[in-house]
């Protein structure tokens, strides 16, 4: 599909360099995947021009993949759930690498996940054919998600107990994707010391 096919009129949104799904920053560091914040049905066909199709929309807030939608065309447009929406390029490596989740106690990272899409998907979560495996902490990953979740915390103005940052590969380098601070899972089936690890962050904070 060629760029100018997903042209519409309109105005972009806001761009961002990091992105959450209800947190959302213009920083150069971390770096992140442009993230352009569409708010109304306006909007949203300029704002995926600006990366060109394939682009990828999602519900500003939302959980486990639900209103996803990967945009090739201006018909893929009507499909898309109720706004406001996140709108991002598609980054490839999400179908080969994977995505990278590093899980943050009190400032720590302790525990790493490699997430893989499932056939003719972009979405990790095992109910969309996606898999999740323990990973050992990589060095690179556990420094840019302890700097992605001090970031977050200066933003929001706190000293921020737990997050988890997943991130990308994507042009030559790893980057932010997605960070979590309200956590609907631990993920304590594929790592089940991190229970014991937001334990100890609860007996410290409390």
Known sequence: MRREECRAAGSPGTTHTSVGPTLTWSR????????FASLNSSTLPAAVDEFGCPAVVKP???????????????????????????VQPLVESVRTDGEQSVFVFDGRATSQLRKVA????IRVHEHHGGASHPTPLDPAAAALATRTIASAGEV???????????MLHHQGR???SEIELIEPSLYLAEIPENAEAFADMLRTRL
């Open 28 to 35: 150069s560091d971390p770096p992140g995947t442009t993230t």
């Open 60 to 86: 500003r807030t939302g959980a486990d993949g639900r209103g996803v939608v990967v945009v090739r065309d201006r018909e893929a447009l009507t499909r898309v759930s109720q706004g406001p929406w996140l």
């Open 118 to 121: 499932g056939n003719d998907d």
């Open 156 to 166: 929001v103005g706190t000293n921020l107990a737990y997050g988890r940052v997943d």
């Open 174 to 176: 790893l980057v932010v």
